[in-house]
């Protein structure tokens, strides 16, 4: 079992950057795809971008692409969502996901607590 906890979420106003991190315990393996969604009120929730802990690549919303930056440190079982010029679309609660699959589609098998993002105009 691996346990994600999210963190770095508040109120920021619109144009403003948050770093957002999720730590990885528990069962850990050698290779995950580690990912952040959000889910707004009465929408959906909806991919933001993911990254493969063993290469690092890679994949991003469209809305997201130019603004948001994911990363990871394996040797601290954390990754990072560095989010940039932040509209009031964006505001929305966060979540961590991980998956020893590949492809964002399809389930993924952990899932964190969820952290909330604020952006005011």
């Known amino acids: 079992q691996v346990q994600l906890v999210e963190s770095g979420g508040g109120l920021v106003q619109a144009g403003g950057s948050l770093r957002l991190s999720c730590a990885a315990s528990g069962r850990t393996a050698s290779s995950y795809l580690m990912g952040w969604f959000r889910q707004a009120p009465g929408k959906e929730r909806e991919f933001v971008a993911a990254?493969?802990?063993?290469?690092?690549?890679?994949s991003y919303a469209d809305s997201v692409k130019g603004r948001f930056t994911i990363s990871r440190d394996n040797a601290q079982n954390t990754v990072y969502l560095q989010m940039n010029s932040l509209k009031p679309e964006d505001t929305a609660v966060y979540y961590c996901?991980?998956?020893?699959?590949?492809?964002?589609?399809?389930?993924?098998?952990?899932w964190g607590q969820g952290t909330q993002v604020t952006v005011s105009s």
């Open positions: 996901a991980g998956k020893l699959g590949s492809g964002v589609s399809g389930a993924w098998d952990y």
């Open positions: 990254v493969r802990t063993s290469s690092g690549r890679t």
